[in-house]
């Protein structure tokens, strides 16, 4: 069965806010978060210091509120995709969270990783050219 147009072009705009905010979500909560540093969250006066800072912290608030489009976007897609479609189209979200990674948190990709990241991407390819769903729509 080959799938209308429109649902291909609407799948792929959320496999492209899947693969855009699930990392940003990821890149901002671990940027809010190391800005708090190590405490013994289990003394109430930890937990008490983890939460004001939780709450306060922006780049946690903007990386929940990342998450929660990558949430709204890879459930979405589900309600009509096959699973074995999204989950390795998705998988190009590796490739962002390394450029993420690399370019906004100034980590260090060595080469090795990059082929790596390079072999996940050309898989992506691969699936992104098979139809999003194997099953009549109602």
């Known amino acids: 069965m080959k799938p209308p147009n429109s649902l291909h072009f609407k799948t792929n705009i959320l496999i492209l806010l899947i693969v855009i905010f699930g990392p940003l979500g990821n890149l901002l909560l671990?940027?809010?978060?190391?800005?708090?540093?190590t405490t013994a969250v289990w003394t109430p006066a930890g937990l008490a210091h983890f939460l004001a800072f939780v709450l306060k912290s922006q780049f946690v608030w903007l990386g929940i509120g990342s998450l929660i489009v990558f949430f709204i976007a890879y459930t979405l897609v589900l309600s009509w995709a096959d699973y074995s479609y999204?989950?390795?189209?998705?998988?190009?979200?590796?490739?962002?969270a390394?450029?993420?990674?690399?370019?906004?948190?100034?980590e260090m990709v060595n080469p090795v990783q990059w082929a790596g990241i390079g072999v996940i991407c050309l898989g992506v390819f691969v699936v992104g050219r098979t139809p999003p769903s194997t099953r009549e729509l109602t």
């Open 98 to 106: 390394a450029v993420l990674g690399h370019f906004v948190l100034g």
């Open 86 to 96: 999204v989950q390795p189209a998705s998988a190009f979200a590796y490739g962002t």
């Open 30 to 37: 671990g940027k809010g978060m190391k800005g708090l540093g």
